[in-house]
C-alpha cells in the first residue's frame, strides 16, 4: 500500500461519516451516496491537495459544496426538462403532419446551427441545452456575465439570420459567415 494510498484511506476512515452527514442535510436521500462518493472521489484525485489534520475535513465540506452544487444545478435543469415535457404533453403524439413540420423545423435549426462560430454553437448549447442561467453561462466560459449575455445574444441573432436564410433557400456565403466578430 502506498503512501496515498494509506492517507485517503486515514482520509475516508475519519472523515466519511461527518461528509455523508453533511450531504444528507443538503440534498434528497436518493442522492446523498453518489454525492459522498463523488467527494472522496475528488479527494482522492487531490490527495496530495488535501490539507493534514483537523483542516482536512473543512477541506471535504468545501469539496461537498461544489459536488452539491452540481447535484442542485443538475436537479434543476431537470425539473425545468419535467415542466417542458408537461407543457408539451408528453405521452401523446402530435397528429402526423404535425409532427413532419416539426421535424423539418428541427432539421433547419440543425442546419443552421451548424453554419455558426463553434464558438457561437457553444453559447447556445450551454444556454438553451444545458440550461444555464446568465451568471452559470460566464462561469462556463470564463467571461463577465454582461459579456457571457452579449455573446449569446450574438449567438441567437446569427442563428435566427442563419435560419431565415435556410428558410428563404438562400445559402449563407462564407463571407458572411466571417464576418461576425467576437
Not at 472523515?15 to 440534498?27: D, G, I, L, Q
Not at 453518489?34 to 483542516?55: N, Y
Request: net charge positive; hydrophobic share 40%; with cysteine.
Amino acid at each position: 500500500m502506498t503512501i496515498a494510498d494509506e492517507r485517503f484511506r486515514e482520509l475516508y476512515d475519519s472523515y466519511f461519516k461527518p461528509v455523508h452527514a453533511y450531504c444528507h442535510r443538503r440534498t434528497e436521500p436518493d442522492r446523498v451516496d453518489d454525492a459522498t462518493s463523488e467527494v472522496f472521489l475528488v479527494a482522492w484525485r487531490k490527495i496530495d491537495q488535501v490539507p493534514a489534520g483537523t483542516d482536512a475535513l473543512p477541506w471535504l465540506y468545501q469539496v461537498a459544496y461544489g459536488v452539491l452544487t452540481n447535484v442542485w444545478r443538475g436537479a434543476g435543469r431537470q425539473t425545468r426538462l419535467r415542466q417542458k415535457l408537461d407543457a408539451y404533453g408528453v405521452g401523446t403524439a402530435p397528429p402526423a403532419d404535425e409532427f413532419v413540420v416539426m421535424r423539418q423545423e428541427a432539421r433547419q435549426i440543425l442546419e443552421a446551427m451548424a453554419l455558426l462560430k463553434a464558438s457561437q454553437q457553444e453559447v447556445l448549447r450551454l444556454s438553451v441545452w444545458e440550461g444555464l442561467s446568465g451568471s452559470e453561462l460566464a462561469i462556463a466560459l470564463d467571461v463577465t456575465v454582461d459579456a457571457a449575455k452579449q455573446r449569446l445574444s450574438r449567438a441567437r441573432r446569427e442563428l435566427a439570420d442563419s435560419y431565415n436564410r435556410l428558410e428563404a433557400g438562400k445559402k449563407p456565403s462564407l463571407v458572411a459567415r466571417k464576418g461576425g466578430a467576437w
